[in-house]
């Protein structure tokens, strides 16, 4: 009897494991075996070496693999745009020109998790979009694009995803970080520039009050990450101009929130929220805003903006009827004359290094029509990638930086001062920001007091954890 | 050898004959018994309690080295006025937990006289427990949202909108909105509880009563509050601690913000947002110990004064 049911356990263990097993491999098992019958004859041809050698530089698409028969496979966390359709459409369209490549997708709903184990298990196909996971690792899985210097005639953001000089991942669009705003209400207002100082975008909020029905700045107070993670996001080159400000210096400061009087600095910051809340420039009943039906009300007009990144963008536009009023603008702090906004890679696409050359060929050319060609980046909203693909994001005369990594020997810093001071900077502070508007509307503290107890609590953290304070 | 050897089995047949001895048979299938229950319970509750406890003489985060620091981090909990304070919100929820006691004794004795659709509306006033407390939360926004479901039913009522008050963002009402979640959403629990005490009441006793000329009120007082004062002892301690450990209603619907974090909003806050992960082991610690205490004052209350006569009676 105990052999029988042992037994019958082992069987049924081994059924779901052979089920778990075929249910995983056998779409990329049927991707390697077409290869191997259609591949093999074509891999004569020599585009072999083109592979290796070619990278993005050397593929001029509509003559480059147009001999290339072959089907690859592209793993990716857009699932709605899978759904929808769209990405189906660029593939269409990418056959026009290359009818002999079949794309295949497939949209993971957990990427972020099934993408890493995806990688270790080693089968997952020719393209995907880089999991988080360590630069140095990045020559172990993909297969370098070209070198960085490079790569920076190509495309924007070309050292993120890179190591040892070359670059590896290519981003399919790319986030700025300015403010949403909707064109219409800022126009119908009689905003006629758009704003650059914070005086400037609280007149410009002003004037929307007056002038129209909508809510100037409609905060998200009660989702709690838009106040947070909204607001803390434009601490660093944005407020400052320095890049090296918020990962390098904000730990040896000691007032990092004193009041510059030019209208910079994170005092300059925080204190458009106070003044809008004190000014009646937010909603009537903050507590009980709601993100999903504010996508909604921004796209019909009545919000005036919002403070989100560019991700946002698509969202809002996707949400009403008038997609072309939702515009993107830089954050209205300037800096000796100068706008700055920061910007960085979405997810980004690399190449299994382990494919074979046909298949590397084709994914390399499938990802330079994607990123020059298709339009996906501009569709989303994105910050541009490439170079020359035709962008509608207008971010005129404003510098594009990228917030310089923390010191070697320096990494925790910030987050051990996060930790200690419970200030929380782009570490979920959301509390923080949200009480600037309890404080402001109820008018128990004034704005220098709110920035007097965050200078305490700061310094007492530098002191705890014996940070020296150079700045 | 041959001596040892007979030596041993002797023994072990000695061994044997204990072994299978009634009294020990008893204790031991006992002992299996309580075997896996104990087990489970000191791997799942103790273990991780103890761990809490030295956790909380640590400044340490989830990963990491940790540095013993004594006892600051209890002398902070008492210090740092962001973190006792926020023990006052406790007030607000103990009153509410009255107010829901006595409702729910209230609708519990009504409900246990012969009533015409008694059984729906037990259901109904039971069905908010059954809801889950992040979806109440959700609920509840969009409940007090300004000119939403309570606002256009007060004025319905003929109140004016302008009149009424923003119920979470006034901070003089917002805590008494929260409150009253809480005490919509648990009192159909406490009233079902008290209705299966009052049920187990000997209904000859009423009989006796009406005979001696009690009215209501009478019976109430003399008959089913005597009669079910472990369940509303049982349900006093459970409501007043559960006041201290309030957390759903803050967290869910204004997420702590604008003065309603309370105890368990700020220590969640600390253990997780902050990752103080020892700062936030003493505030549990000291949380515990305030819970011991209220709970033995309530006994202490209960047995001396509340009901003293009643005791008197049974002696």
């Known amino acids: 009897m105990k052999k029988r049911i042992a037994a019958m356990v082992m069987a049924t263990v081994m059924a779901f494991s052979v089920a778990g097993c075929s249910g995983e491999t056998a779409p990329a098992g049927g991707v390697q075996n077409v290869d191997a019958g259609t591949g093999d004859g074509q891999s004569t041809t020599g585009s072999g070496d083109t592979a290796s050698a070619g990278g993005y530089g050397a593929i001029k698409l509509g003559e480059t693999g147009t001999d290339i028969t072959t089907t690859i496979k592209f793993i990716h966390h857009k699932t709605d745009r899978e759904q929808d359709g769209t990405i189906a459409g660029y593939i269409a369209e990418f056959n026009k020109m290359y009818p002999n490549i079949t794309v295949e997708t497939e949209g993971i709903t957990d990427y972020a998790e099934d993408s890493l184990l995806r990688l270790q298990g080693g089968n997952w196909g020719d393209i995907m979009f880089i999991p988080a996971i360590d630069r140095a690792e990045l020559p172990n899985y993909f297969e370098p694009w070209g070198s960085v210097e490079e790569m920076d005639n190509y495309i924007n953001f070309a050292g993120e995803y890179a190591t040892g000089g070359m670059t590896y991942g290519i981003g399919y669009m790319a986030n700025a970080q300015g403010l949403l705003y909707n064109k219409k209400v800022f126009a119908d207002a009689g905003v006629t520039n758009i704003p650059k100082t914070p005086d400037e975008f609280i007149a410009a909020l002003q004037k929307i009050k007056d002038n129209t029905d909508a809510i100037p700045l409609y905060t998200n107070f009660a989702a709690g990450w838009t106040m947070g993670g909204g607001w803390d996001a434009y601490l660093g080159a944005i407020t400052t101009g320095d890049p090296t400000w918020i990962n390098q210096k904000f730990v040896h400061t000691a007032e990092p929130f004193k009041d510059n009087g030019d209208g910079t600095g994170a005092y300059a910051l925080y204190k458009i929220l106070y003044d809008a809340t004190a000014q009646g420039l937010i909603e009537d009943d903050y507590t009980t805003t709601d993100w999903e039906s504010c996508k909604g009300r921004i796209n019909n007009g009545e919000i005036g903006c919002l403070v989100l990144g560019s991700w946002a963008i698509v969202q809002m536009k996707d949400a009403g009827p008038n997609p072309d009023d939702i515009a993107y603008m830089p954050f209205p702090i300037t800096v000796n004359g100068k706008q700055y906004a920061t910007a960085g890679p979405d997810y980004s696409y690399a190449v299994n290094k382990n494919s074979d050359a046909d298949h590397k060929l084709a994914a390399q050319i499938f990802v330079k029509w994607m990123v020059e060609e298709s339009g996906w980046c501009d569709f989303e909203g994105g910050y541009p990638v490439s170079k020359t693909a035709p962008t509608s994001f207008a971010f005129d005369g404003v510098e594009i930086v990228t917030n310089d990594p923390a010191l070697e020997g320096e990494e925790d810093f910030l987050n051990e001062m996060n930790s200690e001071s419970e200030l929380n900077f782009n570490a979920g502070g959301d509390s923080r920001v949200q009480d600037i508007v309890v404080q402001a509307f109820n008018g128990t503290k004034t704005y220098d007091e709110i920035m007097q107890e965050w200078t305490e609590k700061w310094n007492d953290a530098q002191e705890e954890l014996e940070i020296d304070v150079l700045y | ?315």
């Open chain 2, 1 to 315: 050898m041959a001596d040892i050897s007979k030596a041993k089995k002797a023994d072990a047949g000695e061994f044997w004959d204990w072994f299978t001895s009634r009294k020990v048979q008893r204790i031991f299938i006992t002992i299996c018994f309580m075997l896996i229950p104990l087990v489970l319970l000191f791997t799942f509750t103790y273990l991780p309690f103890a761990k809490m406890v030295g956790f909380s003489f640590y400044k340490m985060k989830y990963i990491g080295e940790r540095k013993f620091v004594g006892l600051k981090n209890y002398i902070k909990v008492f210090t740092e006025p962001e973190y006792f304070s926020t023990l006052k919100l406790s007030v607000f929820y103990m009153v509410g937990s009255l107010v829901q006691l006595v409702i729910s004794l209230y609708l519990a004795t009504v409900l246990s006289f012969k009533l015409k659709g008694g059984n729906v509306f037990k259901g109904f006033m039971f069905f908010p427990y059954l809801i889950n407390g992040i979806a109440v939360g959700f609920i509840f926004k969009f409940f007090f949202t300004r000119g939403f479901v309570l606002d256009s039913v007060l004025t319905a009522c003929g109140f004016q909108l302008d009149n009424l008050p923003y119920w979470l963002r006034d901070i003089k009402v917002n805590n008494w909105s929260l409150v009253g979640t809480s005490v919509w959403r648990y009192f159909g629990q406490n009233m079902v509880l008290f209705i299966g005490a009052i049920v187990s009441v000997d209904g000859e006793l009423y009989e006796a009563a009406m005979l001696d000329g009690c009215n209501r009120f009478q019976q109430f007082m003399y008959i089913i509050l005597p009669n079910i004062r472990t369940v509303l002892i049982l349900n006093v301690i459970l409501s007043i601690t559960g006041s201290l450990s309030a957390f759903e209603p803050p967290y869910v619907i204004t997420s702590g913000a604008n003065g309603t974090a309370t105890y368990f909003v700020k220590m969640h806050e600390v253990a997780h947002t902050s990752q103080k992960v020892g700062q936030a082991s003493a505030m549990a610690v000291v949380l515990l110990l305030i819970i011991f205490l209220a709970t033995f004052l309530q006994k202490f209350a209960f047995k001396y004064f509340v009901f003293r006569r009643a005791e008197d009676w049974d002696k």
